[in-house]
């Protein structure tokens, strides 16, 4: 995957309690971005970084918090899980240049019981 | 804003037959056009884009695209599938101006044999 880790890979938590996803690129990508996916929906963007502490909201961003206080790190944050939130999560990178295609990772799969 | 409308959720093709998966973006300002495909418990991969020039756009495993303008279109296509296509291929779309990606719902295509 390009150099993106995403962890926990999989992880089960209970309503309420803060949840913390970390996304980690080698690759210097100067865009960074949170998706959730969920059947029937595709991939929706939460929220994305287009520089060291430089963010932005995306479509679902509500219930969402995000930090990027290096280029290679960005943190996705529940503050307060919510069963709605159950779902995979993908982290991806961009170059900004050209297409900025994006490289996904491998995903994160979120249970909020 | 962007978005993106896939026909048809499921598809199945027998082996050896042509696929077809149907997208049609509305979008502002001149698009750039994804197919990225996912194998299953998989991230995303780009199959191709569409950016300028040329709107016949040749991918990976045998796949082609073309941007039609005038009908708002970005069809996928392969004239003869193969068992390992089975996947579920997502159609995106961003504006040139922005680096926000925006996502289909989704096609899932099974081969039978």
């Known amino acids: 995957d390009a150099g993106i880790t995403q962890s926990p890979r999989h992880k089960v938590t209970e309503t309420g309690t803060p949840v913390t996803l970390r996304c980690h690129q080698t690759?210097?990508?100067?865009?960074m971005y949170w998706y959730r996916q969920d059947p029937g929906h595709g991939l929706r963007l939460i929220h994305y970084?287009?520089?060291?502490?430089?963010?932005d909201k995306g479509e679902v961003s509500d219930g969402y918090s995000v930090s990027r206080s290096k280029t290679e790190d960005f943190l996705l944050t529940l503050e307060s899980a919510t069963s709605s939130q159950t779902s995979v999560y993908f982290c991806?990178?961009?170059?900004?240049?050209?297409?900025?295609?994006?490289?996904f990772g491998a995903g994160s799969r979120l249970t909020v019981l | 804003a962007q978005s993106v409308t896939q026909l048809g959720s499921h598809v199945s093709v027998s082996e050896g037959a042509l696929v077809l998966l149907r997208c049609n973006y509305s979008?502002?300002?001149?698009?750039?056009l994804f197919w990225y495909v996912q194998y299953p418990n998989q991230g995303l991969q780009l199959l191709l884009k569409?950016?300028?020039?040329?709107?016949l756009v040749k991918g990976i495993n045998g796949f082609e695209a073309e941007f039609k303008k005038s009908e708002t279109s970005f069809h996928l296509t392969k004239p003869s599938a193969h068992m390992s296509d089975a996947a579920e291929y997502f159609c995106?779309?961003?504006?040139?101006?922005?680096?926000?990606?925006?996502f289909g719902a989704g096609t899932t295509v099974t081969v039978r044999a």
């Open positions: 979008s502002s300002v001149p698009p750039y």
């Open positions: 991806a990178t961009g170059t900004g240049a050209g297409a900025n295609v994006l490289t």
């Open positions: 569409y950016t300028t020039g040329a709107t």
């Open positions: 995106a779309v961003r504006n040139s101006n922005d680096y926000k990606l925006s």
């Open positions: 690759e210097n990508h100067r865009y």
């Open positions: 970084s287009y520089g060291v502490k430089d963010t």
